[in-house]
């Protein structure tokens, strides 16, 4: 995506950017000549990685610490950066987190939590910025969604729920974005190699062999952007695995989806 020479780096807003897929996602668009707004929680973790990445790559980068849970974060952070004077060119919403259990057992406020981060703020966020984008004929908005939106997850529902959201949702962006100059990106990883198991309290995706790297999920990411699909999943057997979850019938999907959380001890 190229931009005016005279108006500088572009900025891109980066959700859940303290650690894993999020910091990936800053340190690649850093390394590709953009301005970073990194949001998240943890401010001294934003505050460590803005070091780095102005170290690095003499990029300019602003820290916005918000929890997404909040209903508030979404416009607080659309306002700093209008009053900051920020035009924004990029926006990956990537902030979520899981948690296992069955959804009777669960406290309901943790996932009408989740429902906050992972929904709402996702559309909050696209619907502040899109506009902007459409109107300047140029923009990017990646949405970390996974592939566990392809299925319904047992003992993960509401998690997997709203990845099916973030899909459905970012696919019918595309289709009404098409000839604005605004790129629409649904990224689905599979397992990845974060904390975000260990945070869940499931188990350390770290360890499994077939989990991928933050680094292999953005930079398949950043492969999909040359090209003009709505959907990037990335790594062969994830691509292989919704292949097959598409094409099998139903029913014979999800007792599969429950054998495999059974076993790995999601219940």
């Known amino acids: 995506m190229s931009f005016p020479a005279n108006q500088g780096k572009p900025w891109v807003l ?26 998240g929680r943890s401010a001294d973790k934003l505050e460590s990685l803005a070091k ?29 950066l209008k009053r900051r004077k920020i035009e924004l060119y990029g926006l990956v919403n990537n902030a979520g987190f899981g948690f296992g259990g069955a959804f009777a057992e669960v406290p309901l406020d943790q996932y009408l939590g989740m429902i906050d981060v992972m929904i709402r703020a996702l559309v909050e966020l696209s619907g502040l910025f899109l506009p902007e984008m459409i109107r300047r004929k ?21 998690y997997s729920a709203s990845k099916a959201f973030a899909t459905s949702f970012t696919e019918a962006l595309w289709l009404e974005t ?43 990411a950043f492969r999909a952007l040359k090209g003009n699909s709505p959907i990037a999943i990335s790594g062969l057997r994830n691509k292989i695995l919704t292949f097959l979850i598409r094409y099998f019938p139903h029913w014979f999907v999800l007792r599969v989806v429950l054998w495999v959380q059974k076993s790995r001890g999601r219940v």
């Open 52 to 80: 780095t990445l102005a170290a690095e790559n003499e990029t300019e980068t602003v820290v916005i610490k918000a929890d997404l849970a909040l209903r508030e974060s979404p416009r607080n952070i659309y306002e700093e």
């Open 138 to 158: 140029r923009g990017l908005i990646i949405n970390v969604s996974s592939t566990a939106s392809f299925t319904p997850l047992p003992y993960s529902s509401v």
């Open 178 to 220: 098409q000839g604005t100059g605004v790129r629409i990106l649904n990224l689905c990883p599979g397992l990845t190699k974060t904390d975000f198991g260990i945070r869940a309290g499931l188990r350390d995706f770290r360890d499994d062999p077939f989990a991928q790297s933050p680094e292999e999920v953005v930079e398949t």
């Open 14 to 39: 980066i959700t859940g950017a303290s650690s894993g897929i999020g910091e990936v996602f800053a340190k690649r668009f850093a390394h590709e000549g953009w301005n970073i707004v990194l949001n």
